[in-house]
Every structure is written in C-alpha cells, then in structure tokens.
C-alpha cells in the first residue's frame, strides 16, 4: 500500500481498523490533532486528495493512491500558506491545539463556504477563543503589532510561538516519539460505591503484548489529593493511586500495560473483578442526612476531612453584624435557591502523560499539566524518591481551564514506570475525559437579600451547597473562594454564609475557571436584580449605591486572609460602560439581531419575540490566598538575544507573551530577541503554577524583577560611559557597544533572578451586559448585543486580553445555556462526547465587544492585573437577569436550554 503524505510516498500499511489520524502521527504528522475520536471536533482535519476530511473517523486504508495533505505539508516550502498567514496576522488562537485543523479547513474552502462561516465551521471546535480572532483570520484582518525596541508594552503583541502553532510544529504533550514505548489503559469501575474482592489478572496477563496489571496491591499505601496547591494542606487526603473501594462510576480499578494501545484494551476487557457492592449517595442534600451512606467513612481522623461521617469535607459558618435586624430593617427582602450545572473543562488535549527513567535512573514524566513544579513534588512524596529524582516537563498544553491543576495520570504512568523500567504512556479518551476526569462543581445556592427603599443593601444571606464528587480534591478551597469576593464587592453591614462542600459517588470535581464564584455569584447578581425590579430602580443603580468603593476593606463572613486590597478601582467606570451600551437604540422587538463573530448584523428580531437586558458584576482576586510563588532568570546569551528561564505552563492563557514583553520593554530590545525556556523542573526555578491568574501577576513580577536586575548589571558592566541599552547594543556616550561583544567581555554569562510571594495581592472587576431575544413559541434565544467591561489595570497587551476576555465570555456562554453533564440513575455520567455535550460552536458565539477600564494596579507588574478567570463569572447572572427582563419570569436553573425555557414559559 502507497500513500502519498504531503508529496511523499509512504509505503507502510496501516493496522486493520485504523484511522488516519493515528497512521499519520504514526508516520510523524503530529500536527494532526485527537480532541474527539469520533470526528466532532475538527482538529484531526486533512485534505485528502484536496478534500477536508476529520481524520480520526476516516479509515486510513482508503488513502491509498491518494494524495494526503496535512498542516506540514499545506505551505510552501520557503514560506506560509496564505490561511497560515492570516490566522499568524490576527492570532486565531489561544491554545493553538485547534488550529491546525481550523486552518486546513479554511484552507479549502470557496468563496460560498467562506460567505456562510457559521455552517461551514460547525465541525470544527474551539474552546479558547470565542472565535472572534479566527473569524478575523478567515477575513483577512491583521490585529497583531509589531513594537519597536522598548515599546513592547501596550502594544497587541502576537505569541511567541504563533509560527509553530500555524505551521503543526508547535510540540504538545504527546507530539514526540518515544523509542520503546509502551501503552497503558485503565480499567474503570462500573459501580458507585464497591470494595473490590478479588482482581483475577490472567486471562489480561496471557494477552500478547501485556507487560503488566497494576492493582490496588501494587499502589503505595500513601493518601494524597489530585489537587495542586503550594500547600497540600489546603485539600484532603483521600485520594490513593488505586484504591480497593471505587466511589464512583468511572474510577480507576486497574492498568495494563501493554506494546500496543489494542493489547492494553483488550488486557483490560479481560480482567475479571469480584466487587461487594455497597449502598451510594448521588445528592448532597441528601448525603448529609442522618443516615446516609458514608463515601469516606473509613478516613476519621489524619485526612483533612471535616465531617466525614456526615459526607462533609469543609464547612463555612460565619456572619457579620446581626442578619436577622437587617432584614427586620429592609423595605423589601428577596430570597430563591439557584443550582449550577456540572460542566466539563473540555480542552481539546485531554490529559495525559509519558513517563521514562533517564539514562540515571530518574523518573521523569511528560505531562499535560498546569502544575510542572508541584505534580513532581507529590510523585516524589507518594513514591518516596528525592525531590532532585524527579523531573517533570511540559510541552505546549492544549488548554486548561483549571482541569489540569490536578495529577490525574502521572502517579499511575510513574507507577508503570517503575514496575516495568520502560517508557509508559497514558491518553486519556474523550470519554475518559467526561466520566473520568474532574468537572465544574455543582452548587446550590439560597441567597436572601434586603434593600432598603433607596436600594442601600441591609443584610445578605447565603446557604451554598457545593457537589465535590466522590474525592475532595479543590472542595473546601472552592467553596470558600466562591463564598468571598461575591459578597466581599458589596458593602453590607449584616452577612451571613452557610456553606457545605459535600461528597457523593459521583464524578469528582475540581478546580475550573472562577474557581466558585461563579457559581455563587450567579445567586447573589441575580437576587440584587429582582431587588432592584420590585423596589423600581435601575439594576445598574442598585449596585452602585452599594459597591465597595476605594479604600475600603473588602470584608465578607469567615476567616479570609488579610492581604487582598483594592489596589486600583474601575468598577464604576465599568459600570459607566454597560450604561451607556444600554442607552444605545435597539432595544425593542424589530431591532437588529445579534451576528456571529466578524459578521455584520443580522437579520430584525421576528415579530412576536421578547427582548430583554441585563447585567451584573464580579470581582476577583489575583491569586489564592497563602501565597503563589514564582522564581525567574533573565540571561544575556553570548548571539546579544535575551533568555527568559520560568516556570508557569503556557496554555493558551498567553503568559510567554507577556513575559516576552516585560524584558524587550525593560531591556529596550524588540521581542523578537527574547527567547523563553519554561515549564521544565530541571531547567527552570520554581513555579506553582499557571492557576488563579497568576501567570502575569505573580511569574509576570518575578520576570520583571529579574529583567530590571539585569539591566543593571548589564549597564555596570558597560563601563561608567554605558548610556542605555537598546536593540542589540548598549549605547555609549561617545559611541555603542554590541550585546554580542559584551556577552563576550563577561567572566560567566550574565544573569540576573527574580522572585516573587504572590502576595499582597489586588482585585479585578468585570461587569457584563447582554440585550437578548427570546422567542416563546420554541425557548430559542439569541443574543442581539454582548458588551464586556473589565478592569485589567494596565492593559499589557490589549489583543491578547481581549481574547481572554472573550474566550470566558464564550465558555460561560456555553456553561450558561447549553452545557450539562448528565449523572445516570446509576452514577455513571452519561454526556460522554461532544455530540451528546452541547460546546459553543461558531454560530453559538455573538462577538463581545470589549471595554477596558482605565487603571493602573499599585501591585501588578507595570499596573496590570490578572484577567484570565474573571470574565467568565458575571456571565450567567447578565443573561439571566436579561432572560428575566424580557419574559417576566425568574430562571434559577442552569443551563437555560432551548427545552426548559419553553417549559417553563408554558407553564407561567
């Protein structure tokens, strides 16, 4: 059999059974991406014979004799292809993970297709985006600048690694070839809650190709949890590699290791496990009753576990003031339970990892994670190594979100390692990734809240119910987090909070964009609307009597750490914005409708449909409380360039960029000439990680630290006459001095560190406002405006925060009205792909336009603040409080899909 792989022949015939998609990375096209595996996503895309094609449902043995063109092989060989271009001129990505196949799908289409983008691109799926950049890419529109030397702030700087991500060379986790690999696959359990009896391996062991089958018996006795923090403390420690008790539907039972991916399966269809099945609890609620089944009964005391006998793992009581005389005091109280889906993460990599000893013996791992320095800690703790016989590395990751702020998958690949003295790799599925891997928590949330007749807020209450999943990884830290700065933004004399997260057999959850305040902050915006509309003022108004102003402690029920100030204020002029967007005409039935990202409006609203507003707020604080840290070098190379060495992973979030523009700016040179080494524990200093948006706050100032003590000793070594350093040279009082010269005059090479405690630390605000359009015949909405105003500080690189900005407005979008994983009566998840899981599409996302107010932070780096979490948050309260405006009724249920808007219109 022939193929012919971007003009070469490859004669090696594929494997009965398999796809393109994993015949061409066989053959080393590793710009064809797996998001999907079921041909949903897009990022597998190849032309064959000049055809799009999603490879991983297209049989490899039908290219033979055809003409199989990838990302490697679309350009020129002196140069890009004019799609390539275009998505490198606009930066149309974030992650990049979707890209390639996003370009080979642009790339072949005519001018019709190009003329219908929301139908065209319904197979193709971005999580990072929100699609406006790639819309501006297929249009031809160049949104990235090119500073001169020293002017790399403020300017719309594209990423670093915009050429790789064009060209599929850019290297994710699993885009390498490792000589003697082996596979492992893991066996999952079918039921809630079970002990496991017995685990007969032989039929698996007999299998041709099986190496080994790991079970309970051979996991380290030691409890940890998946979760990442600097301080391990902060989770409980419930957790084991594998465990004889499964909690779950879903949880790891056992691995095999095989040669092939089909051996390891197959080993795994062939294991026989006796199980005593044991009684399970699906609802929180009811897990806290007298008598509920326990899911960690057997872990009194030792664990960081508040209440387990009761399914408690953390607990909030506390109140401020007296609540009960505020709401005695109120003109009006409102008070309604609200309940958030759970959501799926939904990187298109999902996680995974290769592991391998090093020529000394090291374990070392290859991973897809948020956590390089802190994963290497706890493989080091739970197997008893020294921390310096651990090494963890990243690639490029595609995508987070929080869902890599966890060991998923290197305690078990370290485990097979170290049975089998080979090289091990663990691939999640997408479907491992729904049922397996950690979601957004669900919450339950009664808020009850008081105004007087002036709107002045007299007491707030709050009871939150958090749904941490069969393991406790992030539960206590969410709750509190969402139980904090939802409240802490309004100044009330009287709060009180009630919170519980809560174990039940089901899927874990874990950290996600907002970190629970989201959640909760759906509650609270949405009560603080319903005041405003039965004491007959204006939400915006409302808010701004009772916002917390500068200079004032932002205070909230608990014991909260005391070093988060408002270090700079613009949430008043980001409540300006959206008064003035909702000034603005075309708010009645007949205006024009919302359109797709880059397209002109659309057609008037049909006649019949309900029009409505809304709005809330949020704010967030930049980092986790209890310190974030992060070491950085800066080194003068012996060609003149600059080197960055830092830790934090570059996912999508855009933190390599901004570090880049933080030394050119600092050390008067072009980007260009500023490399970057990250992500690698052997190489670089210590990081916590790329979580809580910090990669600009905390790894930012660490960067610029390091950056400004190298311009000094740079200066110094220049002699008494050294001027300033531009470009390439340092510029003398009577003439220059090249950096490549002086590189070579010095003893050793030039390098300065920084470092950086992640404290004090300041706070973001965002407030978002949607006009939508509902139609009551159907539950169809649409989304006729969509205006974010967020206060960034100063606004580093205003093209990249405006992708984040709209990329969590995108994802929000979708977890607000369309995204639900489905638990089965039995546990099981259910949503087990994307075609069952509703993901925002093209065509699901209105283009947000983006006002930036105007600050600049006492603590961030240069005045800026964190902006990578914070948009998502007011997202569902501005469309609920819109949903409310324009059809009178209240939804307190997430997500507001097609089918319960109409339900519940029906019904009155």
């Known amino acids: 059999m022939t193929v012919r792989i971007n003009g070469t022949d490859h004669e090696q015939p594929p494997r009965p059974g398999q796809c393109l998609r994993t015949y061409l990375r066989q ?74 196949g996003m370009i080979m799908t642009t790339a072949a289409l005519d001018e019709p297709k190009l003329a219908d983008l929301p139908r065209t691109l319904k197979g193709n799926l971005c999580r990072c985006t929100g699609y406006r950049a790639i819309a501006d890419a297929i249009n031809g529109v160049r949104t990235v600048e090119e500073p001169a030397a020293g002017q790399a702030i403020g300017a719309g700087l594209g990423a670093p690694a915009g050429p790789q991500v064009v060209t599929g060379t850019a290297r994710y986790t699993f885009d390498v070839d490792v000589p003697g690999l082996l596979h492992l696959k893991v066996l999952r359990s079918p039921h809630a809650h079970a002990r496991i009896t017995a685990v007969d391996t032989a039929a698996a062991l007999a299998v041709p190709g099986v190496r080994a089958v790991l079970t309970h018996a051979d996991a380290p006795r030691r409890y940890f949890s998946t979760a990442r923090h600097e301080h391990p403390t902060e989770d409980p420690a419930d957790t084991r590699v594998l465990d004889d008790v499964v909690r779950y539907v879903g949880q790891r039972v056992a691995a095999v290791v095989a040669e092939t991916e089909a051996a390891a399966e197959e080993g795994c269809r062939l294991l026989r496990v006796a199980y005593e099945i044991r009684p399970a609890v699906l609802d929180p609620e009811a897990a806290m009753r007298p008598g509920a089944p326990a899911v960690h009964g057997d872990k009194v005391t030792g664990h960081r576990i508040a209440r387990a006998a009761d399914n408690v793992v953390g607990e909030l009581h506390a109140e401020l003031g007296d609540v009960a005389a505020g709401f005695a005091d109120a003109a009006v109280v409102y008070s309604e339970t609200f309940r958030t889906a759970r959501v799926q993460h939904a990187a298109l990599e999902t996680h995974g990892a290769i592991g391998w000893l090093d020529e000394a013996g090291r374990l070392t791992l290859r991973s897809s994670t948020q956590t390089p320095f802190l994963t290497r800690r706890a493989l080091a703790e739970l197997f008893e190594l020294p921390l310096d016989q651990v090494r963890v590395l990243t690639g490029r990751v595609g995508g987070g979100f929080g869902g890599k702020q966890e060991m998923l998958v290197e305690d078990l690949v370290a485990l097979a390692v170290r049975r089998t003295g080979r090289p091990v790799k ?37 009871r939150v119910v958090s749904d941490t999943g069969a393991y406790g990884n992030h539960g206590p830290a969410v709750m509190y987090h969402g ?85 700079s204020y613009g949430l008043d002029q980001c409540l300006d914005a959206v008064r003035e967007a909702a000034a603005q005409p075309g708010s009645q039935a007949g205006s024009q409708a919302g359109s797709q990202p880059g397209s002109p409006p659309g057609e008037p ?130 003439g220059t001095l090249s950096l490549k010269d002086l590189a070579a005059s010095a003893p050793a090479p030039v390098r ?77 998840v259910t949503t087990a792909g994307f075609r069952q899981y509703h993901l925002p599409t093209f065509a699901d996302v209105p283009r947000t336009e983006v006002v930036f107010a ?42 507001f899909t097609r089918d319960r808007i109409w339900q519940r219109l029906q019904s009155g």
């Open 854 to 895: 105007r600050t600049e932070d006492a603590i961030g780096p240069l005045g800026a603040k964190s902006m990578s979490e914070s948009p998502f948050n007011p997202v569902a309260p501005a469309l609920a409080n819109a949903l409310r405006d324009a059809t009178g009724v209240r939804f307190t249920d997430l997500p």
């Open 27 to 100: 053959e080393g096209c590793f710009g064809v991406k797996k998001g999907c595996d079921t041909g949903d996503c897009g990022a597998c895309t190849v032309h064959v014979d000049g055809a799009p094609v999603h490879s991983c449902v297209y049989p490899a043995f039908r290219a033979q004799g055809r003409q199989v063109t990838t990302i490697e092989g679309l350009a020129p060989e002196d140069g890009l292809h004019p799609v390539q271009q275009r998505f490198l001129d606009a930066q149309g990505f974030q992650c990049g993970f979707c890209t390639a």
């Open 605 to 734: 609203v049909p006649d019949g449909w309900l029009v409505g507003e809304g709005m809330a707020l949020a704010m967030i604080a930049a980092g986790p409380p209890g310190g974030h840290f992060a070491d950085a070098a800066v080194t003068l190379l012996p060609d003149g360039r600059y080197e960055i060495a830092v830790g934090t992973t570059e996912f999508g979030n855009g933190s390599t960029t901004v570090h880049a523009q933080l030394v050119a700016d600092t050390l008067g040179t072009t980007p260009d000439r500023v490399v970057v080494r990250q992500s690698d524990t052997d190489v670089v200093g210590h990081d916590t990680g790329a979580f809580a948006s910090t990669g600009v706050v905390v790894a930012g100032q660490a960067v610029l630290h390091a950056a400004r003590a190298l311009r000094e000793r740079l200066l110094a070594l220049a002699g008494p006459d050294a001027v300033r350093l531009g470009a390439d040279a340092v510029t003398l009082r009577d």
């Open 426 to 462: 663990l691939e999640y599925t997408r479907a491992e990734q729904f049922t397996s891997a950690t979601t957004r928590h669900p919450f339950t949330v009664t808020m009850k809240a008081g105004a007087r007749a002036d709107g002045t807020l007299t007491a707030l209450s709050l």
């Open 483 to 567: 139980c904090h700065e939802s409240i802490a933004v309004y100044r009330c004399a009287n709060m009180k909070v009630d919170a519980y997260a809560v174990y039940t057999n089901t899927v874990p959850s874990g950290a996600f964009r907002g970190y629970g305040l989201g959640q909760v902050s759906f509650a609270v915006e949405s009560v603080l609307d319903e005041l405003a509309r039965r004491l007959g003022l204006d939400p915006v108004l409302l808010r701004e009597r009772n916002i917390v102003r500068p200079g004032e402690p932002l205070t909230a029920p608990g014991d909260h750490a005391d070093d988060l100030t408002i270090a």
């Open 752 to 828: 300065a560190e920084g470092h950086w405690t992640g404290s004090p630390r300041s706070v973001a605000f965002n407030v978002q406002w949607f006009r939508i359009a509902v139609d009551p015949g159907t539950g169809e909405l649409r989304i006729l405006r969509s205006v974010h105003s967020a206060d960034a500080g100063r606004v580093l690189n205003p093209l990249q925060t405006r992708g984040q900005i709209e990329g969590g407005v995108a994802q929000a979008i979708g977890a607000t009205l369309t995204e639900h994983m489905v638990v089965g009566a039995d546990g099981g």
